[in-house]
């Protein structure tokens, strides 16, 4: 997560689990397998239609990298959050494939990330964690908190736009 936020404190052993998971801002071993195993099933269109995987290739190794991620539908568009802020790796290779990815559910979608400017982000922040409860941990604003909690990380946590390329 970017320098500066600090995770909010929930006290119970889940949301502790989920953050070691990602110590660092990095998923560990147990959380790259089961990144994997959600990707898959994801990407089958298994899950709800809003879970979805994001697929990009590597920008160092040109390898495709799979990553489940939540999209949410607000207003008629869509959007990727980035629960951990922006310096993670699927936003570096995103950008250096020209914003470009592909979107997994049931079928594949070739789109566009825009990133969502500051000022934009609060409301869809709150939305996100509405519908996200695994980015609750690493995002330090309850769910429930009202839009100047949101307004005070927007800086911090990333959203993007999707559009079809």
Do not use: C
Not at 51 to 77: F, I, Y
Request: zero cysteines; proline letters at 7%; hydrophobic letters at 40%.
């Amino acid at each position: 997560m970017a320098k500066g936020i600090q995770k909010r404190e929930e006290g119970d052993m889940l949301s502790d689990f989920k953050r070691w998971m990602y110590k660092g801002d990095k998923p560990n071993a147990l959380a790259k397998l089961l990144n994997d195993i959600s990707a898959k099933l994801h990407s089958l269109g298994i899950a709800p239609d809003y879970m979805v995987t994001l697929e990009v290739p590597g920008r160092k190794s040109g390898k495709m990298v799979s990553l489940p991620l939540v999209l949410l539908k607000e207003n008629g568009r869509r959007y990727l959050v980035s629960m951990l802020g922006d310096h993670v790796q699927w936003i570096l290779n995103v950008q250096a494939n020209g914003n470009k990815a592909t979107l997994h559910h049931g079928g594949r979608e070739e789109i566009r990330l825009q990133e969502i400017p500051i000022a934009d982000r609060a409301p869809l922040l709150k939305a996100y964690l509405k519908i996200a409860p695994g980015a609750r941990p690493h995002i330090p604003a309850d769910k429930d908190a009202p839009i100047s909690a949101f307004e005070k990380i927007a800086a911090e946590i990333p959203v993007f736009e999707v559009f079809g390329a």
